[in-house]
């Protein structure tokens, strides 16, 4: 059976980069992507404003100038990663130094193998590489191959609220540069999102879209005074960028070749509810979609598809946004030892980041007794499963369901059994109701009548079993049951820990069969197994 974390990967890739202000796009042409996410914003107080221009002012040309800067004013176009080799989108940078250093955003180039470079009014693209990246300031430095390139004056002007500014950039993969206007709203703002955690960061009303990310944010006179990084999709009108006096310093140690609160994960936070419903986890983290080779993520062992729960003890992504991540990373000086805990295919993992590599692999299955799986120690019952289930057949060869890999599902462990006759069964198993449930799990049975099965052989099943001495029984907890192949009944037995179910069914277009499913669940996981038993249980044509 396809390990359902791995198969999710691709699909979790496209959903994670639609959240980005790039577009994205599979193979030729790129095409739109989705708008961002919405972004937590919080403001701090930001200078009065003066008297706003109703409309910019007419642009200034010539050297030094917005039409310099448009020239220098780069689209980024990238394709591949470590395991989508299709994958092709495109963001915009700005060449600020004519030995041709590109500013631009680190998630328009994360997870890239080849990054090429459209330059005004070169033919041909221009190969490009990376000097150094910041994912949490959403900050990157290219290298482009060539000289003589025309360049943009990087900050050094006074921005305040009301200042008329301009976008610049390839929005939406068009290939044909656009500029749009408007005025800073705001200044001095703290933007987490779902990829970067920065403080300084510029509100403004100039649309920026899908693409226009890494382009500059220019004054009227061409001076760069903030990296386009983000729209809010939820309140039309609301962009942002990066202030370029945030960006100087970092860009200077970038352009160096030193990559800053770096570990080579290209992950995306996803909360505990997302993480369930992809069946990844049940706790809140970071997917990885690929892993930078060489990088302490990786030679600690961390691999795509991994799910990276916490960081030196601090759980990660709760929140939706990298901010907690960067909060570690920025603690941190790069050569530190840091302590990683992974999820990767239903296993707990624990390693050191610039330490030693992942060790474990033990499922911890939380049920309060013995499940048949490995516990990996003592953990409290706090950490959840996640489980790989597989296709399993029991001793008869009649049933087949889904159960997790890691249950003992051979018939002595009563996880999963199979009978030709219901009667002999049950006789063995004793209805005297003395005994007591005390293993979490559940048993299934299918039983070879001669006779016809009915509603009422249901019922007469159903009220001959026994009841576990620890639990108790109430007639008005029957209720009926169809899942559109099945029909039946079962009953639901409050015990002193946990519920006893008993799910009696048979196929009516095939009525030979009388279908037992029994089960004891005391934990999550317990109703989760059980859930799956239910939508995958068929019997097999007998021979």
């Not at 972004?39 to 200034?60: I, K, L, N, R």
Request: proline content about 7%; some cysteine; glycine content about 12%.
């Amino acid at each position: 059976m396809k390990n359902p974390v791995r198969s999710l990967t691709l699909a979790l890739l496209v959903l994670l980069l639609s959240a980005l202000a790039c577009n994205v796009g599979g193979g030729g042409e790129p095409t739109p992507a989705a708008e961002p996410t919405a972004v937590p914003v919080s403001d701090t107080p930001a200078p009065s404003p003066t008297e706003p221009a109703t409309a910019p002012p007419e642009p200034a040309a010539g050297p030094g100038g917005l039409e310099n800067t448009q020239a220098a004013t780069v689209q980024v176009i990238v394709q591949g990663s470590q395991f989508l080799e299709e994958f092709i989108g495109s963001g915009s940078g700005v060449i600020y130094d004519p030995s041709g250093l590109v500013l631009t955003n680190n998630h328009v180039v994360e997870g890239a193998a080849i990054i090429q470079v459209q330059v005004e009014g070169r033919d041909g693209l221009v190969a490009a590489r990376v000097l150094g990246k910041s994912p949490c300031d959403d900050l990157a430095v290219l290298q482009l191959n060539g000289s003589d390139f025309p360049y943009a004056l990087l900050g050094g002007v006074e921005t305040r609220v009301g200042t008329p500014v301009y976008a610049i950039g390839y929005p939406l993969g068009d290939p044909v540069q656009s500029l749009t206007s408007g005025i800073i709203s705001k200044v001095n703002l703290q933007i987490a999102t779902d990829w970067a955690d920065f403080s300084r960061a510029i509100q403004t009303d100039t649309a920026i879209n899908p693409g226009n990310s890494g382009g500059p944010l220019v004054n009227a006179d061409g001076v760069v005074v903030g990296v386009n990084s983000a729209s809010l999709s939820s309140a039309q009108g609301t962009n942002f960028a990066i202030a370029i006096d945030y960006a100087l310093p970092v860009m200077e140690q970038l352009e160096q070749g030193e990559n800053l609160f770096w570990i080579g994960l290209n992950a995306a936070p996803l909360p505990a509810e997302v993480a369930a419903e992809y069946g990844i986890a049940v706790e809140p983290g970071l997917f990885v979609y690929a892993v930078d080779s060489g990088s302490p993520a990786d030679l600690t062992g961390i691999q795509e598809g991994d799910f990276v729960t916490s960081i030196e003890g601090v759980s990660v992504g709760a929140d939706g946004t990298l901010k907690t991540f960067c909060d570690v990373l920025r603690s941190h000086s790069p050569d530190d030892t840091l302590d990683v805990s992974v999820v990767r295919e239903g296993a707990r993992y624990a390693g050191q980041i610039n330490g030693r590599p992942l060790e474990g692999g033990a499922v911890v299955i939380d049920t309060g007794g013995d499940t048949g799986g490995d516990t990996g120690g003592d953990t409290g019952g706090q950490v959840p499963t996640v489980f790989n289930y597989v296709d399993v057949q029991d001793n008869s060869g009649r049933i087949m369901v889904q159960l997790p890999d890691v249950w003992d599902t051979t018939p002595d462990d009563l996880k999963l059994w199979g009978s030709a006759d219901l009667d002999s069964w049950l006789n063995s198993f004793g209805g005297t109701g003395e005994g007591e449930a005390t293993v979490p799990g559940f048993f299934i049975l299918a039983s070879d009548e001669d006779q016809t099965v009915t509603d009422d052989r249901v019922i007469e099943a159903l009220d001959s079993l026994p009841v576990p001495g620890n639990c108790e029984y109430d007639a008005n907890n029957r209720s009926n049951y169809d899942d559109g192949i099945y029909v039946g009944a079962y009953d639901r037995m409050v015990c002193d820990v946990g519920e006893y179910i008993t799910l009696i069914a048979y196929d009516p277009e095939s009525p030979s069969f009388i279908i037992w499913i029994e089960g004891y669940l005391v934990s999550d996981e317990d109703y989760e197994v059980f859930d799956k038993a239910l939508n995958t249980f068929i019997v097999l044509p007998g021979n």
